[in-house]
C-alpha cells in the first residue's frame, strides 16, 4: 500500500478575505492558476511565513471550498498553535504559498441517491467542498454538524447553501439541538426511504468511533482522517494508521497518499 510517485504543483494566491467565523476563521484566496483544479476531500500543504524559515514546515489544510469559475480557493482554519496562529493574523493582499492538491478524495461516485455528510468541529472544513461538488451532480445532500458550543461550529452557512438541509447539534444546546452530532443517527434503523445511502464523515477520533459501533454494518462510510504531518506527499511515513488488509494481517496506510479519506470499515482507529 505504501507506494506511488510523488507528483504536487506548487502555487501562490492572494489572500483576498480573512473572516473571522466563530472560533475559525475563513481564508478566501485567489489562485490564478488553471492547472488548479482540486477535488473534494484533498488537502494543502500550507507555507506558515513566506518571510522567514521558521515554523520551516508546511500545515496541513483542507480545500473548504473552491469556486472555480471565480478562481477562489476557501481555506478554514481553527487556529490551535504557532502555524495556524500565524496564517489567520494574515491580511488581505498577503501571498499564501502552498502545495497540492493531494491525497485521495471523497469517492463522489459512490453517493447513491440520499448521501449524508456528518462532521464535527472543523470536520466541517472539508464537507463545505463536496456538498458543492455533490450539489454540482444534482445530488442534494443532508449534512449533520456538530461541536461543543455555538463558537465551534464551522461553515454552517456555507452548507446550508450546497445541502438539502442542515440539522445542528451542539453539547450545551448554545445552537439547535442539545447532544452529539452522532446523536442525528439514533432513528436511522427506522428510516425507510430516508435512509442514508452513503455517510461522508470528518470530524474527532470519538465521532468516528461512534459511527463505527452503531451504523458500520449497515451503511457505507467514508471517513476524512487528520494525522500528524511532516512531507505531506508519502516521503517520511509520519501520517502512517493502521489498516486491516482483505486477508486480515495487519498494514499500515499514510494518511497523506492514501487518504485522508478511507472506508471507515478498513481503518484501525486508536
Ligand atoms: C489532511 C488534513 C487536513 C486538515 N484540514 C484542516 C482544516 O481544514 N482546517 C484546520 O483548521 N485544520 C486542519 N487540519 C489540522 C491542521 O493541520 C493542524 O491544526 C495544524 O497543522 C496545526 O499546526 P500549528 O502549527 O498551528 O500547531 P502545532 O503548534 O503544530 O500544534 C498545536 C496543537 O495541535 C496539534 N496538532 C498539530 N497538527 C495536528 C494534526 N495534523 N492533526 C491533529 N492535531 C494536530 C498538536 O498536537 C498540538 O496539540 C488538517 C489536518 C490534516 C492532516
Ligand atoms: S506526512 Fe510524510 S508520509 Fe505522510
Keep these: 500500500m505504501l507506494a506511488g510517485s510523488l507528483q504536487f504543483d506548487q502555487y501562490e494566491g492572494v489572500l483576498l478575505r480573512?473572516?473571522?467565523?466563530?472560533?475559525?476563521?475563513?481564508?478566501?484566496?485567489?489562485?490564478?492558476?488553471?492547472?488548479?483544479?482540486?477535488?473534494?476531500?484533498?488537502?494543502?500543504?500550507?507555507?506558515?511565513?513566506?518571510?522567514?524559515?521558521?515554523?520551516?514546515?508546511?500545515r496541513p489544510l483542507s480545500v473548504s471550498d473552491f469556486d472555480a469559475?471565480?478562481?477562489?480557493?476557501?481555506?478554514?482554519?481553527?487556529p490551535v498553535g504557532r502555524g495556524t496562529r500565524h496564517l489567520v493574523t494574515r491580511n488581505p493582499g498577503s501571498r499564501i504559498g502552498f502545495f497540492g492538491p493531494l491525497g485521495e478524495g471523497f469517492p463522489l461516485e459512490q453517493a447513491g441517491s440520499s448521501p449524508w455528510i456528518?462532521?464535527?468541529?472543523?470536520?466541517?472544513?472539508?464537507?463545505?467542498?463536496?456538498?458543492?461538488?455533490?450539489a454540482e451532480r444534482g445530488i442534494r445532500v443532508r449534512t449533520l454538524v456538530g461541536a461543543a458550543r455555538a463558537a465551534d461550529l464551522v461553515a454552517v452557512e456555507?452548507?446550508?447553501?450546497?445541502?438539502?438541509d442542515v440539522v445542528i447539534w451542539t453539547e450545551d444546546a448554545s445552537a439547535g439541538s442539545q447532544g452529539v452530532v452522532t446523536a442525528g443517527l439514533a432513528q436511522i434503523d427506522e428510516m425507510q426511504d430516508e435512509r442514508p445511502s452513503v455517510l461522508y464523515a470528518c470530524g474527532p477520533v470519538g465521532m468516528l468511533k461512534t459511527l463505527e459501533a452503531t451504523v458500520l454494518d449497515t451503511i457505507?462510510?467514508?471517513?476524512?482522517?487528520?494525522?500528524?504531518?511532516?512531507?505531506?506527499?508519502?516521503a517520511c511515513l509520519g501520517c502512517a494508521v493502521g489498516v486491516r488488509t482483505p486477508g486480515?494481517?495487519?498494514?499500515?496506510?499514510?494518511?497523506c497518499r492514501e487518504g485522508p479519506v478511507f472506508p471507515l470499515r478498513e481503518v484501525v482507529l486508536s
Excluded at 475559525?24 to 484566496?29: G, N
Excluded at 456555507?158 to 438539502?164: G, I, N, T, V, Y
Excluded at 486480515?248 to 494518511?255: D, E, F, H, L
Design 18 to 58: 480573512n473572516t473571522p467565523d466563530g472560533d475559525s476563521f475563513r481564508l478566501d484566496i485567489e489562485v490564478k492558476s488553471d492547472a488548479f483544479w482540486p477535488k473534494a476531500g484533498q488537502f494543502l500543504q500550507v507555507k506558515i511565513n513566506p518571510n522567514a524559515l521558521d515554523p520551516l514546515l508546511h
Design 69 to 78: 469559475k471565480a478562481g477562489i480557493l476557501t481555506l478554514r482554519i481553527r
Design 118 to 134: 456528518i462532521a464535527g468541529g472543523i470536520g466541517a472544513a472539508p464537507m463545505v467542498f463536496l456538498a458543492r461538488a455533490l
Design 158 to 164: 456555507a452548507l446550508k447553501r450546497f445541502s438539502q
Design 220 to 234: 457505507p462510510v467514508f471517513a476524512s482522517l487528520e494525522a500528524h504531518m511532516a512531507c505531506g506527499v508519502g
Design 248 to 255: 486480515g494481517a495487519p498494514n499500515y496506510a499514510r494518511v
